[in-house]
């Protein structure tokens, strides 16, 4: 009797599985082949290095100036007032010409004062004719004294009518200097060259020396400017001006007004105030400056320029080279491996497009003026030397 062997259903399941996987398995390296592997990423080329515009520093002849805010001031300035009352006679100007000193420019009616003259004048011829009778007769009594003919008690009366006399004598040339003094003050006259003003009064008005200014004279040419100066910027330019021998650089006062324009005629300093104001710790300086056209005025403000006579070869670069945070003034600069150098440096005034440098660069540094914004100090640069621009 035969006997059979019956396998688990299990184990054909599990066997099944198997030969599945392994068909699978063959198919996919036949279609597929191996599988690979995840590709790597390329590495990126190299930037290049940014490109930036510079320009040499340079020595430039120019001369150091300074600027302040002046005000214009006449050299010479006159109220003009009546000295003696009266109606006004006349008026001999027309408001802002020109005159000469000695002009007439106002008549006060003089009759009264002529008459006065003439009666001080009169005053005199009596006075003078009464010390000649007292002389006479203090004369006589002395005489007659000497050979006692009189007693001294005569004498001694003439001699006090003889004082009596001449003081009256004195009197009277005073009054009469008196009334002469206030006849020629009847006439107002210029006491300056300059331009006159309008006029208080009209002719027909009574006037006298409580009436105020009648018209006021200011001198035009030469003027005055005057502009205060800070001690410490006092003692900048004084420390400019010093030359290498221990003497001073000799300066101009230049002057341009409000629209711009500069005043073609160079003033000469005369003047720095001896007192330093405590308020603002500055002083005075005063300059005069021809005025043959008559362009400045009394009382305008105007910038005034302290510039050296002569010119001087001193560093520049673009002003657009400069730059400034909280440390004060930089430039970048390309050094010899055209690599990016920040430098402090220190400066005078504006040249036009330039400015002077005093420390900090020296003569063929090449100053970055295109491109600062897209560079920082120790970045490798490609650089291109821009031609030098004028600023005339």
């Not at 420390?359 to 100053?367: A, I, R």
């Amino acid at each position: 009797m035969a006997v059979s062997h019956a396998v688990p259903r299990s184990r054909w399941i599990a066997a099944a599985a198997v030969v599945v996987l392994a068909i699978a398995g063959a198919a996919g390296w036949f279609l597929f082949g191996q599988p690979s592997r995840a590709p790597q990423a390329a590495a990126a080329p190299p930037l290049p290095a940014p490109g930036v515009g510079v320009r040499l520093a340079a020595l430039k002849g120019v001369s150091q100036s300074f600027e302040f805010v002046g005000r214009i001031k006449a050299v010479e300035k006159v109220e003009l007032r009546a000295r003696v009352e009266g109606f006004l006679d006349k008026v001999l100007f027309r408001e802002g010409q020109d005159v000469k000193a000695g002009d007439l420019v106002y008549q006060i009616e003089p009759v009264q004062f002529r008459a006065a003259v003439d009666q001080a004048k009169a005053n005199l011829i009596i006075a003078e004719a009464a010390l000649t009778n007292a002389r006479l007769e203090y004369d006589r009594s002395v005489e007659l004294s000497k050979r006692q003919f009189s007693p001294q008690s005569t004498v001694d009366q003439n001699k006090a009518a003889l004082d009596t006399a001449t003081g009256r004598v004195m009197q009277a040339k005073a009054a009469l200097t008196q009334a002469e003094v206030n006849l020629d003050y009847t006439s107002i006259r210029a006491p300056i060259d300059g331009r006159i003003g309008r006029t208080a009064f009209t002719v027909g008005n009574l006037v006298n020396p409580a009436s105020g200014v009648l018209a006021t004279i200011v001198s035009q040419d030469p003027v005055y400017v005057l502009f205060p100066v800070s001690v410490r910027d006092l003692e900048t330019i004084r420390e400019a001006r010093r030359k290498e021998g221990g003497g001073l650089a000799k300066i101009d006062i230049w002057l341009r007004t409000s629209n711009g324009h500069e005043h073609g005629q160079p003033g000469t300093w005369n003047l720095t105030d001896p007192q330093v104001d405590p308020l603002t710790d500055s002083l005075i300086m005063r300059a005069t400056v021809p005025n043959p056209d008559r362009a400045l005025s009394d009382g305008q403000f105007v910038t005034a320029i302290i510039r050296e006579r002569q010119e001087a070869p001193r560093l520049v670069v673009p002003q657009v080279a400069l730059q400034v945070d909280q440390s004060g003034y930089y430039v970048l600069v390309v050094d010899g491996q055209h690599r990016i150098e920040q430098r402090r440096v220190q400066t005078g005034p504006n040249r036009g497009i330039d400015v002077i440098v005093t420390s900090g660069l020296k003569e063929g540094d090449k100053v970055v003026v295109d491109g600062i914004q897209k560079v920082r100090p120790g970045q490798v640069v490609q650089e291109t030397v821009l031609p030098a621009v004028s600023d005339g």
